[in-house]
Each structure stands twice: as structure tokens, then as C-alpha cells.
């Protein structure tokens, strides 16, 4: 009697170890996270860099990509006008940079570093193209699965001439704030 008992308990340890085996749940495997974005907005920024202008209202288009979940890169480009100042001048930006999530269940927040360049139009400035850098950051709050309303603000930091009779490159570095909201579609 003793001799079956052990090798009914030795029969059946496999059976009740294999029952024991830890199976991954669904809750245990990393959520999906949208690698692409493309997002839309619209802009407000000052004009520093050129005398008597008012801030410049325009649009600012991009797209991000995100390597990790909190680690991607940015591309942005903006196209400001419609001032109301003395001066009626046009910006163009076009940068690209790394960027920072720090996300949440409906928020996401981000940080960034961007660099590239921007050009003032109707302005007479010489050079009319400079080096420009941007560092700021944003949120996104998801609406549904692939969409989100997106708010960020810059501080784009360029170098034009002020005098309109000089030329060469200018000494003077100006910062320009720039506040976006819009809309981002994720895939």
C-alpha cells in the first residue's frame, strides 16, 4: 500500500508542477505604443528678430518617431505671417531633433531639443537665413486610438542682423516664443 502511494505521488508531482507553470498573462505583455505620429496646428510667435513687428500667427506641421517608449526623434517645420506691426515680415522654420516622452494612461508628456534653420521674408535683413535651435515641450491628451489634441511651446533661438544696412552674420541671438495647438494622428 505504501509502494503505490509513492508512485501515485511521483506519478501525478509532473502533472501538478506542469499545472503550476507560471503562463504569461495578457495583462503582463508591454502595451502597444504608436511608433509614428504626424501632427497639425496652428501657431503664434513672436518676432524678435525683426524691429517694429508684432507676433506672427501661422501653421506648423511635423512628424515624430518614437524608438523607445520614451525616446524618439522629431521633424517640424512652420511657416509664420500675418503680423499687424510697421513691418510685415514672414518665418520659415525647418528643425529636427531628438525628443522625451514621459507617458501617461490619456496624457503624454514630451521634451525636446530641436536644430535646423529659419528664414525672414519682407524684413530687408542680410542674411535672411540663419542657424536656429528650439528646446521646449508639450502634452498630448488621447482622445481615441489613433487620435490626440496636442499643446506645446518653444523658445526658437536665432541670429539676424537688426540694422538694415549691415550685413554679414550677426552677433545677436533671438529668442522667439512659439506656442502650437492641434491635432496628432498616431499609427
Known sequence: MKGKFL?????????SLFGQAAKPAAADT??????????AGAD?????QVKSSSALVGFN???????????GGVVDFG???????????TVTTFMA??????PADRITGFLHVMFGGEHTG???ETPDISFAYAFGGGFEY?????????VSGDDVLSSFVQSYGASGESPHTRANARASGGIAYRF
Open 7 to 15: 508512485l501515485s505521488a511521483f506519478a501525478l508531482l509532473p502533472m
Open 30 to 39: 508591454a502595451p502597444e505604443f504608436a511608433r509614428y505620429e504626424i501632427f
Open 122 to 124: 519682407n524684413a530687408g
Open 97 to 102: 531633433g531628438p525628443e522625451f516622452y514621459i
Open 44 to 48: 503664434y510667435s513672436s518676432a524678435n
Open 61 to 71: 506641421v511635423g512628424a515624430d518617431a518614437k524608438l523607445k517608449k520614451w525616446f
Open 142 to 150: 488621447t482622445l481615441k486610438k489613433h487620435w490626440a489634441v496636442r
Open 79 to 89: 511657416d509664420y505671417g500675418d503680423s499687424h506691426g510697421l513691418v510685415t515680415p
